[in-house]
């Protein structure tokens, strides 16, 4: 159930929120001009998740001073966005950040499917601020900084530098990182596949580099006191968040057990907590123990990789390609390449380039449909029952 008291609702084809009661119909606001309303079917109240419009508009009116965060999310089923007092905000970021000086600059801009973005001229130079209300914004944001350090050390692709988390007044938390002026990857789509696959064989060839020191006398006296250090689990240090789900990143020492119980069992028990979902509860019945035996015979290395890498979260400067909102974990190499091969956005030049260096291993193309069937399961949960078809018939295949 979802409880949204003292709020009324209307239909409409763009996004999910809420109007505080005294909001008239049609609404004055000229936020919302632009979107095709009807008139609220009910108001407030407690209402089953699957009763709720497909999308519906959130305002909280009448309130002078208050920055309205909308976020486009078609099917979502869930609140998006309530509104940040601008004031306290700023005041809080300039605290943050140690600067006197916050001036917005550019269109506020999205921070990812969940978040709010705005770029900002300070003391120091220019930074990009992402800002979510809800209440495990600072978990989030966390562990995305973690992530993005992550990528860093690995000094095999670009990302933006992190500055700060900061926590808002009221709820909810920014986080602060560099500015970069970015586009949509083009000229470099090929440059970032070869540097996804220097990401994805960076820890790999630490565990080389390993082997080949402890076999030479006196070495390894002092390593890992200054150089990174092989992983040789599968998780990460932290909580990550794919969308704004949580991800329990504990460690395990195989791919296949961690995939399960901390990625599809994780995922597949918010359906199950959500929808009850009779079918997709069976599927997974049949599914669960079939899972280890399309990783026989493969020896899985613990990568880092980036996590949630759609064409959304990559760009491109003139000095080359970037990646963006990451959720980091150790992991199969292959996971990375299922959600990039889902929805579009990168070209062949992509994957040519990361095959030239990483070679497709036996069974690739069943343990594909494996790791997209965790992003249909992501997609449902966040944004609703168009994703359950998509869901259903991956597993359908699998069991086969």
């Not at 973690?146 to 095999?156: D, E, F, H, P």
């Not at 709820?171 to 083009?186: D, P, Q, T």
Request: proline fraction near 7%; include cysteine.
């Amino acid at each position: 159930m979802v409880v949204l008291p003292q709020l009324s609702f209307y239909k409409c084809d763009s996004s999910l929120a809420g109007a505080s009661p005294d909001l008239p119909f049609p609404p004055s606001d000229p936020l919302l001009a632009n979107l095709s309303l009807s008139p609220p079917p009910f108001r407030g109240g407690v209402l089953p998740r699957r009763q709720l419009p497909v999308c519906v508009l959130a305002s909280l009116s009448g309130r002078e001073g208050r920055k309205p965060c909308l976020k486009r999310r078609p099917g979502s089923l869930l609140p998006c966005r309530v509104y940040i007092s601008t004031r306290a905000m700023e005041k809080a970021l300039k605290s943050g950040l140690k600067t006197n000086l916050l001036s917005a600059f550019g269109k506020s801009a999205g921070g990812g499917c969940i978040s709010q973005g705005q770029a900002y001229e300070t003391d120091t130079g220019p930074v990009f601020v992402k800002i979510n209300d809800k209440a495990q914004a600072r978990t989030m944001f966390e562990g995305e900084m973690a992530s993005l350090i992550a990528i860093q050390q690995t000094n095999t692709v670009r990302v933006p530098n992190p500055i700060k988390v900061i926590d808002l007044p009221g709820g909810g938390a920014a986080f602060a990182m560099e500015y970069l002026k970015m586009k949509s990857l083009s000229k470099y789509s090929s440059k970032l596949g070869e540097q996804v696959a220097d990401l994805h064989l960076y820890n790999q060839k630490l565990g080389e580099k390993l082997k080949k020191e402890e076999n030479r006398v006196g070495a390894g006296l002092f390593a890992g006191l200054t150089e990174p250090r092989y992983v040789d689990k599968f998780g990460f240090h932290t909580v990550t968040c794919c969308g704004y789900i949580s991800q329990v990143n504990e460690w395990q020492s195989d791919w296949p057990t961690f995939f399960v119980r901390h990625r599809l069992q994780a995922q597949m028990d918010l359906i199950e907590r959500d929808y009850g979902d009779r079918e997709a509860r069976e599927l997974w019945t049949q599914l669960k123990p079939k899972i280890p035996e399309m990783f026989c015979d493969l020896e899985i290395i613990p990568a880092l990789i980036h996590g949630d890498l759609w064409a959304g979260n990559v760009a491109e400067d003139d000095s080359g390609p970037i990646l963006f909102d990451p959720a980091c974990f150790y992991g199969h190499s292959e996971f990375e390449l299922a959600i990039s091969m889902m929805f579009g956005g990168f070209s062949s030049s992509f994957f040519s380039a990361y095959h030239n260096k990483i070679p497709k291993a036996p069974g690739f193309e069943k343990r594909n449909k494996l790791y997209q069937l965790f992003n249909f399961i992501n997609h449902w949960n966040h944004f609703g029952t168009q994703y359950r078809r998509s869901t259903l018939n991956v597993m359908r295949k699998l069991v086969k």
